[in-house]
């Protein structure tokens, strides 16, 4: 059996990486939790089981997976003494998916998550005389606001940030490479959206917030670039490919987990406005909102949004696409049918709600 301690499994991307993992029978999870999250890690642990018994023969899933209730930001994760040592003598292989993603969080809150956690998780590998690899999830945002293209062995752009999440994301890459000097797998993921099939997802984020923001007409102007352009990807897609090239044979290296297409947010956020019936606000030029008066409360509401709509990086990805193709595999291009079910996904859970018309 092997061991694999996955953090961040309450999440949208750990959840999927978990459904991954548990198609393996002979994979035994270890979840790490916070305590407020145990509930949630019992709807994760029950899907997986679910998924499972679809697939003939597959032996149980749930007594394959044990959950550590611990926190990433605490010394041994918090655990108890007894509980850190049976763990550190467990596992073989680590998925580090947990982090603070929140755009508007200050530099020490998303710092004591995003690096702190990887110090904590860095000294477990240390404590363990077994862990033969480590894949820690980062984020193209590493790119702040750079204007250049970010490849797979590049991190240092002359980049300043546009907030403390890029800024904590980029420092923990950085950690890493210092401490385990390049031995373990940094699988930078564009901006996560929903499942392939359904659209479905945990927890609505950037994106997501910005349609929410701009469905209840916080503002009527909004300072973006028509042209901007982001690469999304389905998070189910980015476990798929995550998992198959950790469980490569591939050296430990950097890659890029993004669809081969990038969409046009002007044109992505009109569609969503008219599938549900809203009006957007009135995109202006950066350069001209400076002087536009608006409320100190809707600047606050709109500011952590404004970087990522005149947003400049690129990222490029030849080694990963070459990787994958190696192994078989291709990422799906994103386009309006994958959007519009995204929209619907939204719409069936009420996170925006499509106006009836009454005609
Ligand atoms: N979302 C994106 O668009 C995006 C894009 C690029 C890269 N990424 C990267 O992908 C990874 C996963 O992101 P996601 O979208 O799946 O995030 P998510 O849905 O917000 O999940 C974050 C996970 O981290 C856990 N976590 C947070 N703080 C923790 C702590 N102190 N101790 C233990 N667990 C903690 C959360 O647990 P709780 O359930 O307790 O909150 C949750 O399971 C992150 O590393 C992120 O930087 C995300």
């Not at 590998?125 to 797979?152: M, P, Q, R």
């Not at 998070?235 to 290296?253: F, G, N, R, W």
């Amino acid at each position: 059996m092997k061991y694999i301690l996955v953090t961040g499994s309450t999440g949208d991307l750990g959840s999927c990486i978990c459904e991954q993992l548990a198609l393996r029978e002979d994979y035994h999870l270890l979840l790490l939790v916070r305590a407020q999250s145990l509930n949630k890690v019992r709807f994760v642990v029950d899907s997986l089981e679910m998924r499972g018994r679809k697939i003939d023969s597959l032996r149980s899933v749930k007594s394959r997976v044990t959950v550590f209730c611990g926190d990433i930001r605490r010394e041994n994760f918090g655990l108890k003494v007894g509980e850190y040592s049976r763990l550190v003598n467990l596992v073989d292989e680590v998925y580090h998916a947990a982090a603070e993603i929140g755009f508007n969080l200050t530099l020490e809150e998303v710092r004591n998550t995003n690096v702190g956690g990887c110090e904590n998780i860095v000294a477990f590998i240390k404590d363990s005389n077994k862990v033969s690899k480590l894949h820690y999830i980062s984020t193209t945002f590493v790119l702040g606001d750079s204007e250049k293209t970010l490849a797979e062995n590049s991190l240092d752009l002359g980049q300043r940030f546009n907030n403390s999440y890029e800024r904590s994301k980029y420092e923990a890459e950085k950690y890493l490479s210092r401490s385990l000097s390049g031995d373990a797998n940094i699988f930078r993921t564009s901006i996560l959206t929903g499942k392939f099939e359904d659209g479905s997802i945990k927890n609505f984020k950037l994106l997501y917030e910005a349609m929410r923001l701009f469905s209840r007409g916080v503002v009527e102007i909004f300072p973006g670039s028509k042209r901007v352009r982001h690469n999304i990807i389905p998070v189910d897609i980015a476990a798929m490919a995550i998992v198959l090239i950790a469980e490569s044979k591939c050296e430990p290296s950097t890659y890029h987990i993004i669809s081969p297409n990038t969409v046009n947010c002007y044109d992505l956020l009109k569609n969503a406005a008219k599938y549900f019936g809203y009006c957007n606000p009135r995109w202006i030029k950066p350069s001209e909102f400076k002087s536009r008066r608006i409320s100190s409360i809707q600047r606050r509401i709109i500011e952590p949004f404004v970087p990522f709509f005149s947003y400049k990086g690129r990222y490029s990805a030849d080694y990963t696409e070459k990787i994958l193709k190696d192994l078989g595999f291709a990422i799906p291009k994103v386009g309006v049918d994958y959007v519009n079910r995204l929209f619907q996904y939204m719409n069936k859970v009420g996170y925006i709600k499509k106006k009836h018309s009454l005609s």
